[in-house]
């Protein structure tokens, strides 16, 4: 039963996720970028902060450790929220989230590049049918009611976000495999997703201030309240819990399985709240973009590994 429970838990865990991409796109028409990003986290890393405190795992990172935590709430917190609210400005919530599913070829190319992993066949095969996915979604994606320029700038910027992202998987996974000098020990996934929320908020803050000074202090309207409390609650910090969940239970692997369904959610969110179009071309590119990320994370066999 609490098996099933988990899976039932990851089901609602990519739901939310999905309907993430209309509440983006909500609030984008709203808010300005970084005052949005700064709402959404203020609210998170009170939840967050309160999570951890209650938990076994409530350490005070050292030195050393604040400086690793802080690359990743810039690129996690800062980087990352940054293109997705400006993407999600000009683009759709159905097309932005399977553009997001690029992510993990950044990231293999940059562990590649960083973490010295190998280059196999299946990566470079992954990413071409990913390319050709991403080339169906900019010239015959459904939404045409978007100016195509427009919604090429928010694709671009949303593939930004997903460079983001992988810059932060690759920091996070030497802060989990790498002792920190001053400490000999590894913070785990919790520690640093909330240490590092903590310091991309004081990295956010300045910023915000800026950017409120110039166009003026946001009026978001009651949609758009809702869709931040969404984001800050249910899709950055019970998401994040069940997932970790998920992990502990069944195992990361079969748990990431879960996340390929993002972005149907996301595309018919996009449909069902925004009236975003659908269309054989979405099918056709979560098919490519998706499939060439099954492809690029599977395993070699043993043959090819020892040769």
Excluded at 129 to 135: E, F, P, W
Excluded at 254 to 274: C, E, H, R, W
Aim: charged fraction near 10%; include cysteine; hydrophobic fraction near 55%.
């Amino acid at each position: 039963m609490n098996r099933l429970w988990i899976h039932v838990k990851l089901i609602l865990v990519v739901a939310i996720w999905g309907v993430g991409w209309p509440a983006g796109r909500v609030i984008a028409q709203e808010v300005a970028p970084f005052a949005a990003s700064w709402l959404r986290y203020i609210v998170a890393v009170l939840f967050f902060l309160i999570y951890l405190r209650l938990s076994t795992e409530w350490i005070y990172p050292s030195r050393d450790e604040w400086k690793r935590v802080a690359w990743i709430g810039f690129f996690s917190t800062c980087l990352y929220q940054a293109f997705f609210m400006v993407g999600m400005k000009y683009t759709a919530a159905g097309d932005a989230s399977l553009m997001i599913t690029f992510n993990p070829f950044f990231t293999a190319l940059l562990a590649v590049v960083f973490l010295k992993e190998a280059m196999h066949w299946r990566l470079s095969v992954g990413i071409a049918l990913g390319i050709a996915g991403v080339g169906v979604l900019f010239w015959y994606s459904p939404n045409v009611d978007i100016p195509f320029n427009e919604r090429a700038l928010g694709d671009v910027l949303i593939a930004g976000a997903a460079f983001a992202w992988a810059c932060n998987t690759i920091q996070m996974k030497k802060a989990m495999t790498e002792p920190a000098k001053d400490s000999g020990r590894c913070l785990s996934p919790l520690q640093l997703t909330v240490w590092s929320s903590v310091a991309g908020l004081i990295m956010l803050t300045p910023v915000m201030v800026a950017e409120t000074w110039m166009v003026g202090v946001p009026s978001p309207s009651t949609n758009a309240w809702i869709a931040m409390i969404f984001l800050a609650i249910f899709s950055t910090v019970i998401a994040y819990v069940w997932f970790a969940d998920g992990i502990l239970t069944i195992g990361a692997g079969k748990s990431a399985l879960y996340v390929y369904l993002v972005p149907i959610f996301g595309i018919l969110s996009g449909y069902l709240l925004l009236d975003e179009k659908l269309g054989a071309s979405l099918v056709l590119a979560f098919v490519l973009i998706v499939g060439g990320v099954m492809l690029a994370q599977s395993k070699q066999p043993f043959s090819e590994q020892s040769s």
